[in-house]
């Protein structure tokens, strides 16, 4: 993300690039970040651990997230099962665990898609102007009148419950934002006289949005990419609870929620775990991209 | 048509079966606390409304809870402590007394004479009278979904204003069961006239007169001061309360608000139980067993070795002792139907759990590495279900059936997948019905309207026929075991995983709730308040 590639135009008209310093490293980048942005720094720290736990659940956790001990139905935490068991006798921490990879593919698989279809979307709408920015905006203004989950519910019962279909519903849902995000920046970078200067060297307009416009909005996107993050994985979390996401017996976060909730009463580790794991998480992508967007922001006196 | 109202009736299975189950023979008769006293509003939780109030429109259990009170029957079940749970012993209600011709093809009813419509408009208290009976029975044929439990009568007669005669083309075992059945609610020829709106109106000759119905807020009954039965019912209202919410259901029978919760699971009872100091806990037996529904068009599920493979894999003791903490070994027959349920040791002989057998089973029909088969299930029952599914498929898994679970919506499963076959597997319940020949005839005969499995069994067909040809009602018991054992002996579907118990929770003023596994409370015009 640093190495912004400016080829055709002199870094310092860049309001963004021009405060990060031309000579600063990575290094001395990630410093600045800690520095300025503790927050910021735990919550990629939480992060990391939530990706920690996703690639190594198999080897860290106790026991095999799907494994039912029919013996210990609905049993409090213990030294056996450290956050208790489920209604089928399964270890709740090895659950949520497993159920850390599921929220961490729909979150990275829906941000892809939605980022990628967005950004193109907006930068041409951005860049292109007329016609083209009028329908493709008046597009996005529909997508937005409607409320989010409830889309997000229709599209899901459409296409039936599974972990595709969540991440294409959700990923319907994300667009608008990475489009509204993408035109603003590219309507900004278009009145930039390097972005003048290019179309005077006779530079094509494909060339100009993608190797001009597109570096010079990646701080904004990844502010918005993990600030959405967040919001996927509650809303892969709803749309669970309701009955139209990840089907079971899979661990996902928001399943242990809508199960854990019939047993509110008797069991409150059904529900109370993977509900700290959703706020942690969600949290921690919402600080971060609080952190990100303070980082890169060049109005903010450091 | 009728299809998605059939099926939507097992929504509330599990409600129902908790909501209007009833006591067991050694809780019933030490909690009914010296003579009734008149009096008191009695509030009563459902979970969700009907959409009509038309009996004959709607097998919904929300329908028929709704009108079962105001309405009456020509005959109807014992009500009491002395009357065990599944009893269903036969008594007059609108019928005094009965005659079958030697031939059994011809009923005569004798009507109870003086009996007065409830006094609304525009029926206005006049008499009941055969008529009535004849216009209910003929909107029954015209368009009611029970018209099956009509059988082949041919012909209804008003001989004179207090006797019906019907007289059939051969002769039909399950009649007169029938006619005390949760779907037969006799209803005014005004209404069967369109002189009041069936819909949103129901005036009986019932208990309980409808005061007001708010759709989706509550359902409000006031005493019917005519009621045949004199000085009953005790209770002055009757208000059903609509509550989705299991947890709202809860703290509303926490707070006092209601004094009436059926419990969805044996946990929510547990804590239901020491909410309130006293509560009384109603253990029953529900009326529909959990199903596993196989879809034999789908191979290879047509081979009987793979039915009993997988018949043979499920757990069933320790999912008793794990989920359900209770309960039977579920039969084709509903076991709370006692006359007609095979013993359970028998039930339990037909039903084995042997892995190592299974497998062997399964090698034979070919499938020595085990097959794939989806599973479906709703929520739409409650969280039971889908939690039954994903015990079964590490019960599948243990003999190589790798079994994946769908979780399909809840109108899609009622309305389509599973009346169209839609599936290759899928757990659920079944409507609670009350006759043998429902859950034989309908639900197992190649022509059967609840057949939605695709048996078709020729031999069974004949059976099934022969049971409604057998009046003797021991006699018929008999043959019904014997179909019983065959389709079991067969692993015909619905393979049986548990018949669950269900409990109904009461403050401990409540007394005479004496319930049976029927629709409609009619064991209200029993009950009484001791505080008020």
């Known amino acids: ?35 300025t942005q503790p927050m910021g720094a735990v919550s990629a720290l939480v992060i990391l651990v939530f990706i920690v736990l996703a690639f190594g659940a198999s080897m860290i956790a106790p026991h095999d997230p799907l494994a039912q001990d029919r013996t210990a139905i609905l049993q409090g935490p213990s030294a056996a099962h450290l956050l208790g068991s489920d209604d089928l006798g399964r270890d709740v921490l090895s659950r949520i665990m497993h159920g850390s990879q599921i929220s961490l593919y729909v979150g990275t698989m829906t941000i892809m898609i939605s980022l990628l279809l967005g950004a193109t979307l907006g930068i041409a709408s951005g860049y292109l102007g007329g016609p083209v920015d009028a329908v493709l905006q008046g597009f996005i203004d ?126 409150p580790w059904m529900i109370v775990f993977p509900g700290l794991a959703i706020s942690a998480t969600v949290l921690a992508f919402n600080l971060l991209g609080d952190a990100l967007r303070d980082f890169f922001d060049p109005k903010l006196v450091r | ?235 002055d209202r009757v208000v059903f309360k609509v509550v989705p919410d299991q947890g709202a259901r809860i703290a509303a029978y926490r707070s006092g608000e ?35 529904f196989l879809n034999v068009d789908h191979k290879p599920l047509d081979d009987v070795r793979v039915r009993k493979a997988l018949s043979m894999a499920i757990q069933r003791k320790s999912m008793k002792d794990a989920i359900f903490k209770g309960g039977q070994y579920g039969g084709p027959v509903a076991v709370s139907l006692k006359q007609w349920a095979l013993p359970d040791a028998e039930l339990a002989q037909l039903q084995p759990t042997n892995p190592t057998e299974a497998k062997r089973l399964l090698a034979e029909a070919g499938y020595p590495n085990g097959l794939d088969l989806k599973l479906m299930v709703t929520q739409g029952y409650g969280p039971l279900y889908p939690r039954v599914a994903e015990w079964l498929v590490e019960d599948f898994a243990k003999i190589g059936v790798r079994a994946k679970i769908e979780v399909v919506e809840y109108a899609t499963y009622f309305t389509s997948r599973w009346p169209k076959q839609q599936y290759e597997m899928s757990v659920g319940p079944q409507t609670p019905f009350l006759e043998p020949d429902y859950w034989l005839r309908d639900q197992l005969h190649s022509d059967g309207p609840r057949n939605w499995m695709g048996v078709n069994d020729p031999k069974l067909d004949k059976m099934v026929e022969e049971q409604t040809q057998i009046m003797d009602p021991k006699e018929r018991a008999e043959k019904i075991k014997e179909i019983q054992r065959y389709v079991l002996e067969q692993a015909l579907p619905p393979v049986q995983v548990w018949n669950h118990p269900t409990k109904v929770l009461l403050h401990q003023e409540v007394k005479r709730f004496h319930p049976q596994p029927e629709y409609g409370y009619p064991e209200l015009r029993e009950t009484w308040l001791a505080q008020q």
């Open chain 1, 1 to 35: 993300m640093s190495d912004t590639p400016m080829t055709a135009a002199p870094p310092a008209t860049d309001a963004a690039a021009a405060d990060r310093m031309p000579t600063e490293s990575r290094w001395a980048g990630l410093k600045r970040f800690v520095r």
């Open chain 1, 142 to 267: 529909a997508m937005l009148s409607i409320p989010p989950l409830i889309l997000a519910l229709f599209i899901a019962s459409l296409l039936g419950p599974s972990v595709q279909n969540v991440i294409a519903a959700l990923a319907v849902l994300t667009v608008p934002r990475f489009a509204r995000i993408a035109r603003g920046e590219m309507l900004r970078i278009k009145s930039e006289d390097f972005i003048s200067a290019a179309v005077v060297l006779g530079a094509s307009r494909t060339r100009i949005m993608l190797r001009h416009g597109l570096p010079n909005m990646v701080p904004s996107l990844i502010v918005v990419a993990s600030l959405g993050f967040g919001t996927v994985i509650v809303a892969e979390a709803a749309l669970t609870f309701l009955g139209i996401g990840t089907p079971p017996p899979n661990p996902s976060w928001g399943l242990m929620l809508s199960q854990g909730a019939t047993y509110f009463q008797v069991a």
């Open chain 2, 1 to 235: 048509m009728k299809r998605p109202l059939m099926a939507a009736l097992t929504a509330g299975v599990l409600v129902v079966a908790s909501a209007c189950g009833g006591s067991s023979p050694s809780t019933g008769s030490g909690d009914d606390g010296g003579p009734p006293k008149p009096g008191g509003t009695l509030n009563i939780a459902m979970p969700s409304d009907g959409t009509t109030l038309d009996p004959h429109e709607s097998p919904s259990f929300n329908t028929q809870e709704r009108v079962g009170m105001t309405y009456g029957r020509l005959l109807r079940h014992k009500i009491g402590p002395d009357q065990p749970y599944g009893a269903l012993k036969l008594e007059p209600d609108l019928a005094t007394s009965w005659d079958i011709s030697e031939d059994g093809l011809t009923y005569t009813f004798h009507l109870r004479e003086g009996v007065k419509w409830q006094n609304v408009a525009p029926v206005n208290g006049r008499e009941f009278v055969a008529d009535d009976v004849i216009a209910t029975f003929e909107r029954i044929r015209e368009k009611g979904f029970q018209v099956g439990a009509l059988g082949p009568v041919t012909k209804m007669t008003a001989k004179d204003d207090h006797t019906v005669e019907l007289k059939l083309s051969k002769p039909f075992a399950p009649l007169l069961n029938n006619m005390a059945d949760q779907f037969m609610w006799i209803i005014p020829k005004e209404g069967a006239e369109g002189k009041f709106e069936l819909q949103t109106k129901a005036i009986g000759t019932g208990p309980f007169i409808l005061e007001k119905w708010e759709r989706n807020v509550a359902a409000t009954y006031k005493k019917n001061p005519d009621y045949w039965e004199k000085g009953k019912p005790y209770l």
């Open chain 2, 258 to 292: 209601t004094q009436l919760v059926g419990a969805t699971t044996d946990e929510e009872a547990v804590a239901l139980e020491r909410s309130v100091a006293g509560t009384r806990v109603l253990n029953l037996l529900s009326g529909t067993p959990v199903n596993l």
